[in-house]
DNA sequence: CATGAATGAGAATTCATTCAT
DNA sequence: CATGAATGAATTCTCATTCAT
């Protein structure tokens, strides 16, 4: 009759806690007496459930990944095959967490690429999640392309294009609030994409 | 007989080796130590320059700012009064930070804006010139909208948009490297901002 | 209908996790979760058996110490009364925990003495046995002395000598492997045991 | 007009401390604040002048080693070439370690031996020593057997045997103390070179 | 008896800042 | 101005011990 195991909630609750304390402060600020206690919790329980701070941030980075992928999924279901609707329901995706309740993941988000870029544990969930979006609309793109009579060769570098703006939309917000105004991201970002996309604008920057 | 003065000369030591310092580590995990010994100084020196860390990082933000505006006021006086090529101009700075001689700017530059969002004292300089930028871009795309015959009511977002996307192609080139191709970003930035102004594309986004 | 008592069993499984672990790791470096691991039982457990983890320790010392006596009982039966017989017994039953099948015990034995040196209550049982071994080598040396027609005055010091060289013997054996030559060490030691005992010898060290 | 270097009178003042902590405390015991404590200094001086805390103990073991080495030289000196002085030679500087003024050393070295054996850079400094020990003993014993008409085989086992010997002596010493009368140890130690070289005992462990 | 979660004190280490020279 | 030593608080991590089940 032991005490049953909850590590699973205990994670969360840690992995929660360090999203609440990197809304107001960076990861290197989030120190883990303070991540504790925004969980409601011990110091010391903290390293029994992670190995230590930094598998905190893989497990979140994982967490926000997971999240961002469950909005996409559940709105390419109503996206269909139309590669227009498929391109809106990524950034829709994205722009959503910002509208959504959740206002600690976006501050997280935004800080998250420049730990990735420093620690190869937190690149690897990171830059997987980067390379299957890049990937998804990568092909989004080229089908609308196809549809539209052009050849498919930007797709890959228009894909990366909109992946930098909402990279960008989420950073600006953070950094220089009131610059983007609410609710705009989105159509803003859209724009870019047929921007992106557009037979005119090819020969622009030559 | 006075010893020369040299500050203006060890300040700029010194905000040459946090950008040093920048490029591989974090702000936080850039001790004074490291910065003193990137620029070649004895640790002790850094507090008589500087007050304290966070004011080497005020005083970096300043020189990566004037550097830009700097870029950018050489390439404007190559475009005259075009509108379009006054956009370019502003794109083509921002890029060749990236071509220029000066990767650690790159590095440091992505990470500014989070340590920005956190830190009142960094935030003054950075948000001053995003919004000196976001005026100037809003200016700009105000013009081509009046050339073009459209309203301007839609220049201060897209002038978001395009700040945003810049911002993102710096992220998003560290944290994710090659993703974007290199020399790619500024025909990128150039094809998502005629997405922006475009009247085509103006009903994206309802 | 009460649960069959399994203490003894359990304590058992505990010490010998302790030796497992303190075969790699110094004492203070063997957390009970490793020795709860090391015997395959919850941490919990351990003190359930054990008030601290330092009667983990004084255990297994008393473990130890048994298996040495009763491995010389079982030699001394067979060395009748033979001075020079019961002197090698002693020796051989050191010896032999080497060459035993408890390699685990070999490296543990080597720390035990220095733990004793730092715990009153690990002191106690260590000391006891070193008392008596000494004791019991003194009188086996005067057996020597007399029967050689030497006076016994010096027995005691010779058990010290073969005590501290049998010691030793561990103590170089785990921190500088190979410099005794395996299989060496009840043969080296048996020579020093004559030397100490020898007429010839009495002078040497004035 | 800097302040002066004293990084070397701290480093040494340093691993007094520790040496001072290590006669009371095993090394896991010793903690960086004690150490610091014992030294008079600060305790974030220590780190100033030490990389970790096992850095202090190799410096401590490279300082015992150095020490014993010139204790050695000196006694050799007055050796001349006849091999039972220079045997006599290094068993007394050994031994005068334990009547000199340091028992701090006296109790450090016991436990050197086992910090050596789990930790590699510990056991770079010591067994270079003890290596270099070993190939002195065993010239030194080749010496004498040669001199005494007898093959040299037996030289490299008994240099070993020797070595064992003194180490145990050191160890009993603290494990046990009185065991060993006081100033018995010297003679005792060559009364067993005596033996391990002695032609009588030679069959001795068969 | 048994499990594994929880606690909290203490350990090593880092580092901005101050200071003596 | 300049150097490098010194300080002490803060941080991450470990771990014996206790507790709920």
Same mark, same amino acid.
């Given at each position: 009759?032991?005490?049953?195991? &909850?590590? !699973? !909630?205990? /994670?969360?609750?840690?992995? =929660?806690? +360090?999203?609440?304390?990197?809304?107001? %402060?960076?990861?290197?600020?989030?120190?883990? &007496? *303070?991540?504790?206690?925004?969980?409601?919790?011990?110091?010391? +329980?903290?390293?029994?459930? $992670?190995? &230590? %701070?930094?598998?905190?941030?893989?497990?979140?980075?994982?967490?926000?990944? *997971?999240? +961002?992928?469950?909005?996409?999924?559940?709105?390419?279901?109503?996206?269909?095959?139309?590669?227009?609707?498929?391109?809106?329901?990524?950034?829709?995706? $994205?722009?959503?967490?910002?509208? =959504?309740? =959740?206002? *600690?993941?976006?501050?997280?988000?935004?800080?998250?690429? =420049?730990?990735?870029?420093?620690?190869?544990?937190?690149?690897?969930?990171?830059?997987?999640?980067?390379?299957?979006?890049?990937? *998804?609309?990568?092909?989004?793109?080229?089908?609308?392309?196809?549809?539209?009579?052009?050849?498919?060769?930007?797709? !890959?570098?228009?894909?990366?294009?909109?992946?930098?703006?909402?990279?960008?939309? $989420?950073?600006?917000?953070?950094?220089?609030?009131?610059?983007?105004?609410?609710?705009?991201?989105?159509?803003?970002?859209?724009?870019?994409? /047929?921007?992106?996309?557009? !037979?005119?604008?090819?020969?622009?920057?030559?």
């Amino acid at each position: 009759m032991p005490r049953p195991r &909850n590590t !699973a !909630a205990r /994670r969360r609750q840690i992995t =929660d806690g +360090l999203a609440q304390v990197m809304a107001d %402060k960076s990861y290197g600020q989030a120190s883990i &007496n *303070a991540i504790a206690k925004a969980a409601g919790l011990g110091s010391g +329980l903290v390293h029994y459930h $992670f190995e &230590n %701070k930094q598998a905190i941030l893989v497990a979140l980075v994982e967490r926000l990944v *997971a999240g +961002l992928e469950a909005r996409r999924e559940a709105r390419l279901a109503a996206a269909g095959d139309d590669p227009w609707a498929r391109l809106d329901a990524f950034v829709d995706a $994205f722009a959503a967490l910002d509208a =959504d309740a =959740d206002p *600690a993941a976006v501050a997280c988000w935004s800080r998250i690429g =420049d730990e990735a870029a420093r620690r190869p544990e937190v690149a690897v969930p990171y830059r997987a999640a980067v390379d299957r979006w890049h990937g *998804a609309l990568t092909a989004d793109m080229a089908a609308v392309l196809t549809a539209e009579g052009q050849p498919t060769d930007r797709a !890959a570098e228009a894909a990366a294009g909109l992946l930098a703006a909402i990279e960008g939309a $989420f950073h600006l917000g953070q950094a220089a609030p009131g610059i983007i105004p609410a609710g705009a991201a989105a159509g803003m970002l859209k724009r870019m994409a /047929r921007g992106l996309l557009s !037979a005119d604008a090819a020969e622009a920057g030559r």
